[in-house]
């Protein structure tokens, strides 16, 4: 079975406090995707990494992908209230599922 | 807009009731998820359709009964619910079965059994 491990679970911090979520795991994903989601609403798709090593940015958010294609991270710099929410990441695994992480809950506090 | 439409938003319902949570898209995808979110565990994967077929059941108890009547529309019949089904229901799309290019969720529906 795969699985994801995503760390911390929670994490409270200051505005303007960089952060980084981990999401690990002993098996190898085809692709990855991070998603945030905010109280009383689903998930939003944030970004799709393919390629190991590969890495995005998205404003002051940066996703990489490891290059064995079984881990990413999340870096947010100068974190706003406003990113605030439910960091989740999921793998593509070997039978075309979406495996998801158990999620991350940010606070960034103002 | 999420492009994703889930109704209703809230439901609470006896154990004895029969209700339907209702999904729709009109972004042209071919697949279709339920999916349960309860506190602390990630999202459990229930039920897919491709092509109004359903592909996968994920050791999903009798008393709920997904339905697809066609590419746009996807149902969760439930009946004799108990409490510990209470979370929040999520619904899916993505352009093809496999997970590539994303899933597109609804707003969810938050289930409450009493």
């Known amino acids: 079975t795969q699985l994801l491990e995503q760390s911390p679970q929670f994490l409270s911090i200051q505005e303007g406090e960089n952060l980084t979520v981990y999401c690990n795991s002993s098996?190898?994903?085809?692709?990855l995707q991070w998603y945030r989601q905010e109280p009383g609403e689903g998930p939003v798709l944030l970004v799709t990494?393919?390629?190991?090593?590969e890495v995005k940015k998205l404003k002051r958010l940066t996703f990489q992908f490891g290059d064995a294609r079984k881990d990413s991270s999340l870096h947010i710099t100068a974190a706003q209230p406003g990113d605030t929410g439910l960091y989740l990441c999921?793998?593509?695994?070997?039978?075309?599922?979406?495996?998801f992480g158990q999620g991350t809950t940010l606070q960034v506090k103002p | 807009e999420t492009g994703v439409t889930q109704t209703p938003r809230h439901l609470v319902m006896g154990m004895t009731n029969k209700k339907s949570l209702k999904c729709e898209q009109h972004?042209?995808?071919?697949?279709m998820y339920w999916y349960k979110q309860s506190a602390k565990k990630p999202l459990e994967l229930m039920f897919v359709?491709?092509?109004?077929?359903?592909?996968e059941n994920n050791s999903v108890p009798s008393r709920f009964s997904p339905e697809c009547p066609n590419s746009s529309h996807l149902f969760l019949h439930l009946h004799t619910l108990q409490p510990e089904d209470s979370a929040l229901y999520l619904c899916?799309?993505?352009?093809?079965?496999?997970?590539?290019?994303?899933?597109?969720f609804g707003s969810g529906t938050r289930l409450t059994v009493v």
């Open positions: 899916a799309s993505s352009a093809r079965q496999l997970g590539n290019g994303g899933y597109t």
């Open positions: 098996s190898v994903f085809s692709s």
């Open positions: 990494v393919v390629t190991g090593g």
């Open positions: 999921a793998g593509e695994g070997n039978t075309g599922k979406l495996i």
């Open positions: 972004l042209g995808h071919n697949a």
């Open positions: 359709y491709s092509l109004e077929e359903r592909v």
